[in-house]
Nanobody
Framework: VQLQASGGGLVQPGGSLRLSCAASGRTFSNNGMGWFRQGPEKEREFVAGVNWRGGDKNYAVSVKGRFTISRDNAENMLYLQMTSLKPEDTAVYYC?????????????????WGHGTLVTVSS
């Protein structure tokens, strides 16, 4: 079972990036999914979460209105569209699959974690 995040890179402030998370080894179409991030010298924090069907979403206050989480269960994919990026968004971003079908915000509720992808927002 593997979750692989991709799409990170260097972007200027105000720019956009789209992160992808590919699941392999099993389907996560019945699981809530989420994105977390860990910035330099910071603890891991919740960014966005979505329930199994994609209809229930939640965002951290710091990214609400700028980031959009989505999923494609047919392709076993999770996405994070990031716009109006700020230097404080710089972090390693991780995708994760929850134990439950509902959207959850606590990292303790997630049992599968992917390798992260680095996002650097800098001019």
């Amino acid at each position: 079972v593997q979750l692989q995040a991709s799409g990170g890179g260097l972007v200027q402030p105000g720019g956009s990036l789209r992160l992808s998370c590919a699941a392999s080894g099993r389907t996560f179409s019945n699981n809530g999914m989420g994105w977390f991030r860990q910035g330099p010298e910071k603890e891991r924090e919740f960014v966005a979460g979505v329930n199994w069907r994609g209809g229930d979403k939640n965002y951290a206050v710091s990214v609400k209105g700028r980031f959009t989480i989505s999923r494609d269960n047919a392709e076993n994919m999770l996405y994070l569209q990031m716009t109006s990026l700020k230097p404080e968004d710089t972090a390693v971003y991780y995708c994760a699959a929850a134990r439950r079908a509902q959207m959850v915000t606590s990292a303790r509720e997630y049992s599968y974690w992917g390798h992260g992808t680095l996002v650097t927002v800098s001019s």
